[in-house]
């Protein structure tokens, strides 16, 4: 296969270079200018032709929940949002990732259904601490691109853990060459202010209070304070909170964000209602304003979508304290980062591919074969028309939840193919073409 005439984004290139891109066995063998060849061709004249996204936070629940999302329509909405590789989690799956028996499982389940790329995640709960802890984290070490863990959490099948329970947890995995992944909220501040503001009514803006700042903040210093004592790997998931950021900037511990909390604040959470509920929940004004400047200046290291999406009637039960928490997100991460960071000049062309491809790859120890557009690598590409708009429409979400806080939202630039390894899975036109179990498993090997 040949891309030619693409305005191709190169590594280390500050504007699109106007190349042809040759494909073999799902690699790219050579990028230069007017490459012949009479095997298939894409013409990509007046398109942009990025490395495939890379969406390292995604809730897909299979096996288990999959009345909420699976992997098969997950898949199919990360790929005509422009990703070619997705990480999922390991706590929305029954059972849940946690030993390499659980693992066998959900690949036995999942590698039927992906049409993309998709590493997974290793757990450690409050359960598998108290039961083969550490000997199941080495097992599946091999396995898995990271550990996530919470210091607060609403899943019976997934508990939190307690405080050294953690720095037991990073003591351990501190040689695996692995990161430590931490849902970063306390959780005796919630819970008090959960049980206070619960009493008033059921408000957006009371749950916002119960969920609010400082209890970001707290949580983070404790766990940036157990890592320094540790010396292991520590990423924190999801970060709403500026100061919480500029916090983990200044000890130099990694963490993302996402796009609701560059987008919304609790002023939209009180407009749009349940449609916008996440935890965290997004925060004040001026947090979105800070956190967009931190992603322009290189110091948050990515964007993930932590898509997580339910049905209407769970979004919907009458009572903020009880509608669902999660949104679907991975076929908004790009479009979204596209229109409103890049096109917008909020973001470089470098820092756009950093916060999409480049800086996941790295960070999860996949950047031999993903996350650039260099020969040698996997033929993953998303190719963009900027001149196109593109309206976003939840009921036509390939995803299995169709409740978005970007509802209606006018994106510039629209997605027109997404490749991977040298095959076309998604076209603006046809949608999907690739079946079922196309993507393949990765590990950091």
Known sequence: MIIKNGLVALPGKDDFSK??????NGKI?????????????????????FPGGIDPHVHFNDPGYTFNEDFYHGSCAAASGGITTVIDMPCTSIPPITNKQNLEK????????????????????????????????????KYVLGYKTYF??????????????????????????????????????????????KKQD??????????????EILAVKTATEVARETGCELHIVHVSCAEAAKFLVENKISFETAPHYLEFDILDFERIGSALKTTPPVKSPEN????????????????????????????????????YSGIPGTGTLIPYLFSEGFLK????????????????????????KKGSIEIGKDADFVLIDPNKNWIVEGEKFLSK?????????????????????????????????ADAGFGNFITKE
């Open 152 to 197: 607060i959490s609403g899943m019976e099948t997934f508990g939190r853990l307690e405080k050294y329970q953690f720095k037991q947890v990073l003591q351990k995995v501190k040689d695996l060459d692995l990161p430590v992944l931490v849902h970063a909220e306390d959780y005796d501040y919630i819970e008090s202010a959960t049980e206070f503001y």
């Open 202 to 215: 059921s408000s957006m803006k009371n749950y916002y209070l119960s969920r609010p700042e400082t209890a």
């Open 106 to 141: 959900k690949l036995a389940v999942v590698q039927k259904k992906s049409i993309m790329d998709f590493g997974l995640f290793g757990g450690i709960s409050a359960q598998s601490f108290t039961k083969g802890f550490p000997e199941n984290v080495y097992e599946i070490s």
């Open 345 to 368: 000049g909020r973001l470089s062309l470098q820092r756009f591919l950093d916060v999409t491809s480049k800086n996941t790859a790295k960070k999860y120890r996949v950047s031999h």
């Open 19 to 24: 190349l042809d891109i040759k494909i073999e």
């Open 29 to 49: 063998i050579k990028i230069a200018e007017n490459i012949a060849d009479k095997n298939e061709v894409i013409d990509a004249s007046g398109l942009f032709v």
């Open 288 to 323: 979105k304003v800070k956190l967009w400047q931190l992603l322009a200046e290189g110091k948050i290291n990515f964007v993930a979508s932590d898509h997580a999406p339910s049905p209407k009637k769970k979004k919907n039960t009458g009572s903020i304290w009880t509608d």
């Open 401 to 433: 939840g169709k409740i978005t806080p970007f509802e209606s939202y006018k994106f510039k630039g629209k997605i027109i193919k997404t490749i991977l390894r040298g095959k076309v899975i998604y076209d603006s036109e046809l949608g999907i073409t």
